[in-house]
Structures are given as C-alpha cells and as structure tokens.
C-alpha cells in the first residue's frame, strides 16, 4: 500500500512516475494519499495539473480493480480542503475521509476583477493601452471600469467550461450526493452587516436552485430540491451554501466519514482484513511507518510504504536495471525542456536564452531523438516569444527532431506562441490556452500629479523619439499612430506563426485569434491543441515520433556527412570526417515504434552537474545538506576521500535517509 503526501521533495513529473510505476507493481494494491493542509506538494499545484494528477490516480485504479479484486484499496486523507481542487483531486478516491472541524470550499469557479481606472484618474496617472484583439483583456484592468461585452463574453465562456468540468468530475464519482435532500442550516440572517462592500446574492430560507427561466420575461424561478433532483442540480445548489462543514460535507455525501489521521490506517486495514490476508501481497515489500504511526495504532501485517521512499527503490532499481541492459537495446530517448512563468529577455529561468540553450543542447545530443518542451506560462515578452519560436523551428526543421509541446496549467498568449512551431500540442481539459493577441500599455505622469506631489521637470532632449519614451509626455498625432502600428505589426506576426503552425486559412485565424482565451477541451475544438492529455501522453507521443523519425534523421545525417566530405584543405584532404553517424541503411530502414517496443527514456536539460561534481564547491557535510538537502537524503551516504579527485560515495543497503549532523570537513 502506498501512502503519504505528494512530496515537496518531488516534482510533479516524478508523481506522475511514481503512480505509474505503482499501477505495474503487483506488490502494491492501493494507495492512502495524505491531502493535510501540514505539507504536501498539492498545494502548489493548478487545475490542469491536479486533473492530470486525477486522471493517472483513475488509471492506477482501473489497473488495480482487475490485478487485485479482493485487496484493492484507494482512500483519501485531509484534516481540511484548502480549496475546491483539491476535494476535485481527492474524488478520484473510492473513500475521502476528513477530520471533524474542517470545511470544503466547492463554491465552482468564478472571478471578480477590480478595476482602477478611477483611482488613476484622481492620483493624476494616465494610461495609454492598445490592444490588438477585441477580446485581449490585460490593460482592461487599468484603462476601463469594467469588462467590455467580448471580454465579458470570452471569460464566462472559459470559466462556464472550466466550472463543468469540475461539476462534472465530482458527480462522476461522488454518487452519494444523491442522497442530499437540500436540507442546510442558513444561520440567523443580519439585516444590519455594515461591512457588507458589495451586493450580497438572496439565497432562499430553504436551500434552493435559482434559475433564469427566458420563457418567463426573464423572471428568477426557484426550483426546490429534493431526493431524485439531479445530480448536477444538487451540486450547483451545494456550491451556492458552500463552504460547507465537515459535519454538512458528510450529510451532502460530499465525504464517507470523519476521522483523524491517526485512525485512517485502522480503518483501511479492517476493510482488506475482511477479504483477504494482505501478507501475501507485501511479502517483499519492507514495511515503512510514518513517525506519526505508532506501531499500535498501525495494525500488524498491514505494511505501508512512504510515496517518496519507494520511488527512491524504484530508482535504485531502475539504476540497477539500465546497468544491465544491453548496449544495443532499443531505446527513445526523450528531451524534456521546461518554459516556466513569464517568458521574459535575459538569463533568468523563465527567460529566453536558459529555454533556447536548453532546447539546443536538446537537440545537439546525439542519444535523444526528440524533445518535449513543458510549457506553463501565462506569456510575456514578444521578442523572448519569437526567439523561443524560432530555436522550436530550428530542432525540427535543421535537426530534424519531432517537438511535442505539452502545456501546463496555462499556456496562453506568449506562452501559446513559443508553442506554435511544434509537431503536436497537448494539453488538459482545464488548460488554459489561446490568447492570440497583443497589447501594449505605459502610464503617463501627468502635471496633475506632479503639482500635487510638488515635484518639477526639467529636461534636454534632442528628438522627438526620446521625448515620447518619456514617462512625463503624453503620446499623440503620428507618434500615437506609430506606436499602434507596430503593436499591430507584432500582433500580424503572431497570427501567421499560429497560421503556419497549425495549418489554419485567413479566415481560420481571425476566428481563434483576436486574444480569445480557450479550456483546453474547447482549444481541441478550435485546432490550437490537438490532443487531451498531460506531460506523460506528451511524452509517448515524442517517443514514438522520434524513434519513427530515425530513418529520415539518419539519412540526414548522412547527407551532411557526405556533402562535409567535399571540403577539403589546401592538399585535397577532407576538413571534417570525424564524430559523424555511419548508417546501415539495411536496418535502419524498417524502424516502428509499434513493432520495436523500445524503452521510453527521459533525459531532461539543461543537465545538471553530477551530485559529486557539485560537491567539489562544498566544505563540510553540514554545508552539503544546506545546499543538497533533498539529494543527500534521497539515499543514505558516506563520504570517504583523501583527496576530491578520490571521491567516493557508498550507497548504503537500506532506504530510510540519514541525518548529516556534525560539521565534518571534506579536506
């Protein structure tokens, strides 16, 4: 049984790998995930991810159901839901299980957005905005007081598809909500709340569905709730009470039963005790508690194993296992490269250059055969974009490398563009994508301000260019013109990289454009995605291209090694014959991922320094577990050296960590 939190100490790739790697473990039959609000990576994690997250937890059971039908076991733990992505998360679940004081935020999405043009307004701070797209909604913040009606309709659209499937996924698999009746308490009603700062929504003193019925000129109708209303009728009437109680949560069937953590393994184990003895399906599996577990609140024979603790044995033993696969084992190798945040100029991690040198090492290494690029940004920089877009371009069109682009929780606007060049995109359900457009915003002092704050100017300028990249000069006439000109430049360039990359008319464009923002199950239907699926589908997908692709890289590589042969120095000899791939045509020409099974292999970049290659800048061990913490306790160590060119590292036999306490020097 696994059990614990989603580690901080894991990425979100290495859980993923770790359900996986469960699922085909014959020794593992359930999981008992930890979702307290103490830690866990779940925190930190978007609604994208979570459904992915979801979905490989649904898939573990599917497998497990057939391969252990008496032992099986999926529960869920929290002491509360920090929010409603979270119980989204823990329904994939057969049990949730909460303590008693604690409350589920399922409210459904929404947004309330201020606006600040007003306040600009007074404090004497002008905006000039232009944006290229109707529906390009980032300077509305500042240049309006509200939505205009394409924005307003675009953002209703996005969260009404977003919001069902939410609705959709909790009544999918909490059928217990059937039983809800409607029955909550409201509390007494304040007539008087001086603190209410805006209108409050009238909920009915019997809990209600509030609906806008157009055949009745528009009036508001209240359809009662009952028994055998629907599912999703009970859940939208849920989400108007919500946040709920535990108590309430347990009477909605929102949740199974309320317990602390300390009781839950007791109840899982009674649950399998009454099917079969578990002794037999972990005898070679070493049982690991968590502190918190007493060995007499764990009950005997019920062994379970910490998430991070076993994807460390799965990696000792894939480690083992590659030592012995043979040198001429059928492999696709893939590069995975990440584009994090806002993509900016410069050096910084979400910058340009650390994606493009990632890409090109990618595609310089020899052993990989194609690359996915994890995109997650909500955009940024126009300039950074294209030179992403452009080194995309390069791999596939100069070396001949599939690019699959999986996106992340958001890939819009300059996160949308890098992608644009890819051979596939995919994305999940509750991406959020699109956002082909641009915008262009600056403030302007004004005298009003500068007279109020007592503040004078002086200036020296000797062109007009440089009057208006001031913040103290309003832009108008040509140079206002010429300013929107280039926006619309910039926003014409977007269009055709888009156009180009996903095979779409004039006509095609304009209609997905516009700074449109997309789910990404309605981004499927506009032909920006063309597949539902997470960075682990992403990831079969370049496999299989890549390793398809082979025959077609090979021969050219061949071709550039027999067009290197004819430059030759001033004697008549080849410049260059070295390091190039000799080809056996005979048998690379019959290549197929399907007919080959080879093993998918990850390799990520920019590749980090081996850990003891890292080391060599450390002085003590207590200074190595500041700075390697994660990687020192990943398995138990000793360090032995008489110099650092004789560095040894001993890996010991069992898996719990050790604690490196004294400051012990390395020299």
């Avoid at 006439?477 to 990359?501: E, I, M």
């Avoid at 020409?589 to 080879?598: A, G, L, M, T, V």
């Avoid at 450390?618 to 913490?629: C, E, K, M, P, T």
Wanted: include cysteine; charge should be positive.
């Amino acid at each position: 049984m696994l059990r614990g939190n989603i580690s901080a100490n894991m990425s979100f790739l290495d859980t993923i790998q770790v359900l996986r790697w469960a699922k085909d473990d014959l020794r593992i039959c359930g999981i008992v995930l930890d979702l307290s609000t103490s830690g866990g990576r779940s925190s930190q994690l978007g609604f994208a991810q979570i459904q992915e997250l979801r979905d490989e937890i649904l898939s573990f059971a599917e497998t497990k159901r057939q391969t252990h039908p008496q032992t099986f076991r999926l529960a869920a733990h929290t002491d509360t839901f920090e929010s409603q992505i979270h119980y989204y998360l823990a329904t994939a679940f057969d049990n949730v299980y909460m303590e008693p004081v604690g409350q589920i935020p399922l409210t459904g999405l929404g947004t309330v957005q201020p606006f600040f043009r007003n306040l600009l307004d007074k404090l004497g701070i002008g905006i000039h905005s232009y944006s290229r797209g109707e529906y390009k909604s980032v300077t509305s913040t500042f240049n309006s007081t509200g939505w205009s009606a394409p924005i307003r309709e675009n953002m209703t659209r996005l969260l009404k598809s977003l919001n069902s499937q939410l609705v959709d996924g909790v009544t999918h698999r909490r059928k217990k909500i059937g039983a809800f009746d409607g029955d909550v308490d409201w509390g007494v009603e304040e007539k008087n709340n001086k603190h209410e700062v805006l209108p409050s929504i009238e909920i009915p003193d019997s809990l209600a569905l509030v609906v806008s019925d157009d055949n009745k000129g528009g009036k508001t109708v209240v359809k009662s709730l009952n028994k055998n209303s629907p599912l999703k009728e009970k859940m939208e009437a849920i989400m108007d009470a919500a946040p709920v109680s535990s108590e309430e949560a347990l009477s909605m069937g929102l949740v199974d039963k309320l317990v602390y953590k300390r009781d839950l393994l007791p109840i899982v184990a009674k649950a399998q005790s009454k099917t079969t003895d578990n002794k037999t399906i972990f005898h070679d599996i070493k049982v690991m508690l968590d502190p918190y577990i007493s060995s007499s609140d764990n009950p005997k024979g019920f062994p379970c194993v910490q998430f991070n603790r076993y994807r460390q044995e799965r990696l000792l033993q894939k480690q083992r296992n590659d030592k012995a696969t043979p040198a001429d084992a059928k492999k696709s190798v893939v590069g995975l490269v990440y584009v994090v945040g806002n993509i900016q100029r410069g050096d910084a991690p979400s910058a340009s250059n650390h994606a493009v040198s990632a890409l090109v090492a990618a595609a310089n290494d020899p052993t990989v055969d194609s690359i996915v690029m994890r995109v997650d940004s909500p955009g940024g920089d126009p300039v950074a974009s294209e030179t992403v877009w452009d080194t995309v371009k390069w791999v596939r069109n100069v070396r001949k490398k599939p690019v699959v682009v999986s996106f992340g929780n958001v890939a819009a606007s300059g996160g949308y563009y890098v992608a644009a060049a890819a051979d596939r995109i995919l994305a999940m359900p509750g991406t959020i994508t699109g956002s082909v457009g641009v915008a262009s915003m600056r403030p302007i002092v004004t005298k009003t301000l500068l007279e109020r704050l007592g503040v004078t100017t002086d200036e020296i300028l000797f062109s007009e260019g440089s009057k208006n990249l001031s913040l103290f000069h309003d832009i108008t006439g040509k140079r206002l013109s010429r300013a929107k000109r280039q926006v619309d430049l910039l926003y014409d360039t977007f269009k055709r990289r888009v156009a180009s990359g996903r095979g779409l008319g004039a006509k095609a464009i304009e209609s997905v454009a516009g700074g449109r923002v997309w789910s990404g199950t309605d981004a499927v239907g506009a032909g920006l995605v063309d597949e539902l699926g997470g960075i682990y589908r992403s990831i079969e997908v370049a496999a299989e291209r890549g390793y398809n692709s082979r025959t077609e890289r090979l021969a050219f590589t061949q071709k550039r090694r027999d067009d290197l042969k004819v430059l030759t120095d001033k004697d008549g000899k080849p410049v260059v014959t070295k390091n190039v791939i000799k080809i056996n045509n005979e048998a690379d020409k019959d290549i197929s991922f399907e007919k080959d099974k080879p093993i998918i292999e990850i390799k990520k970049f920019p590749q980090q320094l081996p850990l003891l290659s890292r080391l060599k800048d450390v002085d003590s061990l207590n200074q190595a577990v500041r700075i390697f913490g994660d990687s020192l306790r990943a398995v138990a160590v000793e360090f032995v050296r008489s110099s650092w060119d004789e560095l040894v590292i001993q890996e010991t036999a069992h898996l719990n960590g050790v604690r490196l306490e004294a400051d012990i020097p390395l020299k």
